[in-house]
Every structure is written in structure tokens, then in C-alpha cells.
């Protein structure tokens, strides 16, 4: 079955940098694109950043420049690379996947960013 095992998260001074992992099993991972999602407190979960199949990307304009997702088809990994953090980038990150028309979601990884 579809299941993503996450870390990575932690508590990080502002400016600081943190890169989350998202190891994924149960589909054939390099046949999907995954997306990274955040919720922050109050908030709706909202797209941080996408990664096609292909190699091809897409960032929420609050991370553009300073975030960067990648993926490791032979480890069956996403990566979320996140530099200059800001105490606005405090959230639960999930990564996600679609698969037959079923969102699949990590459990999450808390990341804090606090002086």
C-alpha cells in the first residue's frame, strides 16, 4: 500500500536552512509526481512545492527562491531543501502523492522556526 515515511523537520533559528525526506513505498514513485504541502496553525494545508514525474517544478510564491524540491527515483525519495527559513515557514510538512485518483499523505513533520 501507498506509504510515505517523512523527516527531516526540527527546530531551526531564522535564516537557518533544514532539508526534509519523504521515502515513499507501496507505487512505482517515479511514475508519479509528489508535492509538498504545509499547515500552520489556524491554516489551511497549502502547496508549497511540486515535482512532476518529469523533473519539472512548481513553488508557492512564499518559498520561491529559498525552497527547492528534488527527487531520488532510486531511493523512492522527495526531498524539500529549505534555506533562509523564516518564523513564517512554522508548519506540519507533508508530502503527497495522487494514485488512482486517491490523495496519499505522509503523517507529517513538524518544522519550527523560532529565535
Known sequence: QVQFVESGGGLVQPGGSLRLSCAASGFT????????????????????????SGGSTNYADSVKGRFTISRDNAKNTVYLQMNSLKPEDTAVYYCKTIVNYANYWGQGTQVAVSS
Do not use: C, D, H, N
Open 29 to 52: 514513485f517515479s511514475g508519479y509526481a509528489m508535492g509538498w504541502y504545509r499547515q500552520a496553525p489556524g491554516k489551511e494545508r497549502e502547496l508549497v512545492a511540486r515535482i512532476t
